[in-house]
C-alpha cells in the first residue's frame, strides 16, 4: 500500500477504491460482484453506499475490512485498522457487554486496567454506562447493536496506529431493528460519528436512511455493483425523490 | 413533540422498554420441591410396582428378590464398609480413565473439526468407533494386556475417546459463522481465533460430549469389570456384580445393578448438570421453565 507519507494525517483519504472487481468463482460460472469500482472515503466523510440486493455492498465491505480480498484494481488503505459493525450485533454470549467491547483489545494484548477503563469510556460513548456487566441476551437489540459498535470501536485503538484516520464500516446494522429503535440510533449514530470525527462507510438499502444520515450517497448497480450516481446530500434538498427514482431506476433494469 | 425531551431520554426510555422482563421466580423451596419431587415420586412408583409383583410371587424368588432384601444387602455394604472398596475401586478407575479420554480426545477433535484431511480421513473412522460396543474390545485388551488395570483402561479409552472427540467436533462445527467472521474483523489472528472466538462459542457442544463420554467410560468400565475378574484387579462394582451371578445370588445382582445406577447419575446430577447448567445460563440459553 502507498500511503502518501507527506501528507499531514487530516489530509490522508482513509480509503479509496482504484478500479476495484470482484468476482465469486472462475470461468463462465463466475459470478461479478463488484465491476471497475472507484470511491474514496475523505477523513471524517460520511458517506453511504446505497443499492438493491445483489448490488455487492456487502461485497465491498468485506474487502475494506480486509476479510476478502478483490479479484481486480487495488484498495489504498490508510486507516487505522477498519472497525466493522454487521447487520447482526453478533455478540459473543459468554461475554458480558463489557467482555465484549474488551475482547478486541484482549486480542491486541492490551493490559486489564486499560482495557477496563477503555471499555467503560466507550460503553459510555454508546449510553451505556452501568450496563457492562449484563449478558447480551439480557439487552434489547437495540442495546446489542449499540455494545457491537462499541466493540468496532474499541478495535480501531491501535497504537501501532496513532496519527491516522479512522474508519467505521456498517453493513445494514439498523436494518433488523423496529423504526422507533432505528430512528434514534440513527440520531445516537451521528452524535458519536461528530464526537469522534471518524470516516464512515455505511451500506444500506434504505433511501431516507442514507440521506439523513450521509454526506454523500453513492448508488451501486446491481450485478455487477457499479457506481451509478452520487450525491451531495447537504445541498440536495430533494435527495430523496431524486434518489429514489434513479434506485428504481436500477432495479427494473433487471425486470426482464 | 415538546421540545423539552432531553437528549437521550428517548433512548433511555427504549432501553427501559425494551430491556428483557426476567419472570420472578418462586422460593427457593419450591423450586427445589418441583425439581425433586418428581423424579422421587416415580422411584416410589417403580419399587411399589416391584413390591407387587414380589408378592404375587409370579416367579421364584431366585428369579425376583424382594425390594426388601436388596436393601438389606445394600445396607450391609454400608455398614460393613465394604461399599466405600467398591465405590473407590470402581470410581477412581472411571476418573483416570476419563482424564486419560479428554487428553487424547480434545487434540484428536481440534483436528479433525479444523483440518480437512484429517476430517475427511479419520473423521468417519471416530464417529464408527462410536457405535462400536467398546465390550468388544475386552478380549482383545485382555489377550494383548493381560487381566490387568492396563487391559481395563484400554477399554475405557475406546469407549471414551471417541464421544468426547464427536462433542468437540460438533460443538465446533455449530459455531454460527458470523462469530469467526466478527473475531477476524476485531483483529483476531489465527490462534487468536481459536483461543478467543472458537473454543468458548464451541463450549456447550463440547459440554454435551463430555457427559457422553462419561456415561461411556462408566459403561465400558462397568463391561471391563464384569468380564474381567482376577484376584489382582481389586474388587468393584462389576466384580460384585459377577460375583452376585457366581453365588447365584439375585439379590446381590439386583443390588450391584443399583448402585452402578447410583454412582452413574450421580457423577452426572453432582459434576456435569451444574457445569453445563451455568454455562447456558450465562449465554441465556435456558428456558425459565425448567
Known amino acids: 500500500?502507498?500511503?502518501?507519507?507527506?501528507?499531514?494525517?487530516?489530509?490522508?483519504t482513509p480509503v479509496r477504491f482504484h478500479q476495484v472487481g470482484k468476482?465469486?468463482?472462475?470461468?463462465?460460472?463466475?459470478?461479478?460482484?463488484?465491476?471497475?469500482?472507484?470511491?474514496?472515503?475523505?477523513?471524517?466523510e460520511f458517506v453511504c453506499l446505497l443499492g438493491a440486493s445483489g448490488c455487492g455492498k456487502t461485497t465491498l465491505l468485506n474487502l475494506v475490512a480486509g476479510l476478502d480480498r478483490p479479484t481486480s484494481g487495488r484498495i489504498e488503505l490508510n486507516s487505522s485498522r477498519p472497525a466493522v459493525v454487521f447487520q447482526e450485533a453478533a455478540l459473543m454470549p459468554w461475554l458480558t457487554a463489557a467482555g465484549n467491547v474488551e475482547l478486541p483489545l484482549r486480542m491486541a494484548g492490551v493490559p486489564k486496567a486499560q482495557r477496563r477503563a477503555k471499555a467503560a469510556e466507550l460503553l459510555e460513548l454508546?449510553?451505556?454506562?452501568?450496563?457492562g456487566d449484563k449478558r447480551p441476551h439480557e439487552l434489547s437489540g437495540g442495546m446489542r447493536q449499540r455494545v457491537a459498535l462499541a466493540r468496532a470501536l474499541a478495535s480501531t485503538t491501535d497504537s501501532a496506529d496513532a496519527g491516522k484516520p479512522s474508519l467505521l464500516l456498517m453493513d445494514e446494522p439498523f436494518s433488523a431493528l423496529d423504526a422507533i429503535t432505528r430512528d434514534v440510533l440513527q440520531g445516537e449514530l451521528l452524535r458519536i460519528w461528530r464526537a469522534t470525527g471518524t470516516a464512515i462507510l455505511f451500506v444500506t438499502h434504505d433511501v431516507r436512511e442514507a440521506v439523513?444520515?450521509?454526506?454523500?450517497?453513492?448508488?451501486?448497480?446491481?450485478?455487477?455493483?457499479?457506481?451509478?450516481?452520487?450525491?451531495?446530500?447537504?445541498?440536495?434538498p430533494d435527495a430523496v425523490d431524486e434518489i429514489n427514482t434513479a434506485l428504481r431506476k436500477v432495479i427494473s433494469s433487471h425486470a426482464a | 413533540m415538546p421540545l423539552d425531551v432531553q437528549e437521550g431520554s428517548v433512548e433511555a426510555g427504549l432501553d427501559a422498554l425494551d430491556?428483557?422482563?426476567?419472570a420472578p421466580e418462586g422460593s427457593r423451596v419450591r423450586r427445589i420441591a418441583a425439581r425433586v419431587l418428581p423424579p422421587v415420586g416415580a422411584i416410589v412408583v417403580l419399587v411399589a410396582i416391584w413390591q407387587a409383583l414380589w408378592a404375587a410371587a409370579f416367579w421364584p424368588e431366585f428369579k425376583l428378590p424382594s425390594p426388601a432384601a436388596v436393601w438389606g444387602q445394600i445396607w450391609q455394604l454400608v455398614t460393613s464398609g465394604d461399599i466405600l472398596e467398591l465405590f473407590w475401586v470402581s470410581v477412581h478407575r472411571a476418573v483416570i480413565g476419563f482424564a486419560i479420554s479428554l487428553l487424547i480426545a480434545v487434540p484428536l477433535g481440534l483436528a479433525i473439526a479444523n483440518i480437512r484431511v484429517v476430517r475427511r480421513g479419520i473423521g468417519p473412522l471416530v464417529s464408527g468407533l462410536q457405535s462400536l460396543p467398546s465390550v468388544a474390545w475386552v478380549p482383545a485388551a485382555i489377550l494383548w494386556f493381560g487381566l490387568n488395570d492396563r487391559a481395563i483402561y484400554w477399554?475405557?479409552?475406546?469407549?471414551?475417546?471417541?464421544?468426547?472427540?464427536?462433542?468437540?467436533?460438533?460443538?465446533?462445527?455449530?459455531?454460527?459463522p458470523i462469530l469467526p467472521r466478527v473475531g477476524k474483523a476485531l483483529g483476531a489472528g489465527r490462534f487468536g481465533g481459536i483461543r478467543y472466538i472458537l473454543l468458548p462459542a464451541a463450549l456447550p457442544g463440547f459440554l454435551g460430549g463430555l457427559k457422553q463420554g462419561w456415561a461411556f467410560s462408566w459403561r465400558s468400565l462397568m463391561a471391563a469389570e464384569l468380564i474381567a475378574t482376577s484376584p489382582e484387579l481389586g474388587e468393584g462394582l462389576g466384580q460384585f456384580l459377577h460375583n452376585g451371578m457366581s453365588l447365584s445370588d439375585i439379590s446381590m445382582v439386583f443390588a450391584g445393578i443399583v448402585l452402578i445406577f447410583v454412582?452413574?447419575?450421580?457423577?452426572?446430577?453432582?459434576?456435569?448438570?451444574?457445569?453445563?447448567?451455568?454455562?447456558?445460563?450465562?449465554?441465556?440459553?435456558?428456558?425459565?421453565?425448567?
Not at chain 1, 500500500?1 to 490522508?12: E, K
Open chain 1, 1 to 12: 500500500m502507498t500511503a502518501i507519507v507527506d501528507a499531514p494525517p487530516d489530509q490522508l
Open chain 1, 23 to 44: 468476482a465469486f468463482g472462475s470461468g463462465r460460472k463466475a459470478v461479478v460482484a463488484l465491476d471497475g469500482v472507484d470511491l474514496e472515503v475523505g477523513a471524517g
Open chain 1, 126 to 131: 454508546v449510553r451505556l454506562a452501568g450496563l
Open chain 1, 212 to 236: 439523513r444520515l450521509g454526506q454523500r450517497v453513492v448508488l451501486l448497480s446491481s450485478r455487477p455493483g457499479r457506481v451509478v450516481q452520487e450525491w451531495d446530500v447537504d445541498d440536495a
Open chain 2, 19 to 22: 430491556t428483557p422482563v426476567n
Open chain 2, 155 to 176: 477399554v475405557v479409552l475406546l469407549g471414551a475417546v471417541p464421544s468426547i472427540a464427536n462433542g468437540l467436533v460438533s460443538g465446533l462445527d455449530q459455531v454460527p
Open chain 2, 263 to 290: 454412582v452413574g447419575v450421580g457423577i452426572e446430577l453432582l459434576v456435569f448438570r451444574p457445569l453445563e447448567n451455568s454455562v447456558l445460563r450465562a449465554r441465556g440459553l435456558t428456558s425459565s421453565a425448567h
